[in-house]
């Protein structure tokens, strides 16, 4: 399983940037989708996570600020973030809890992307 994440950059304090990340391989079916976040000299921390019924939760410091969804096939999850802040510059990465079959097998477990920055200037 491959996730792909792409939209962070470079934005102004109070402006927005919406992350994608989608994954391929040969998938089953995905459970949990999420984005976690990790700025330098800090641990990886939960921005927010979407099950496939669609119930979502977020972290205390984005809470109304940012939005987690995924698309229909729910093989690919999205984050838009608005109002974003100094604090929330960091690289962003994608997680996802997926079942696949190979050789006959099914099996769990969890993928990470590669990471997307972002950084927002004050």
């Known amino acids: 399983v491959q996730l792909q994440a792409s939209g962070g950059g470079l934005v102004q304090a109070g402006g927005s940037l919406r992350l994608s990340c989608a994954a391929s391989?040969?998938?089953?079916?995905?459970?949990?989708m999420g984005w976690y976040r990790q700025a330098p000299g800090r641990q990886r921390e939960l921005v927010a996570t979407i099950n496939s019924g669609g119930s979502t939760d977020y972290a205390d410091s984005v809470k109304g600020r940012f939005t987690i969804s995924r698309d229909n096939a729910k093989t690919t999850v999205y984050l838009q973030m608005n109002s974003l802040k100094s604090e929330d510059t960091a690289v962003y990465y994608c997680?996802?809890?997926?079942?696949?079959?190979?050789?006959?097998?099914?099996?769990?477990?969890?993928?990470w992307g590669q990471g997307t920055q972002v950084t927002v200037s004050s």
């Open positions: 997680n996802a809890e997926a079942r696949t079959l190979s050789a006959g097998y099914f099996s769990s477990r969890n993928y």
């Open positions: 391989g040969s998938i089953v079916s995905i459970n949990n």
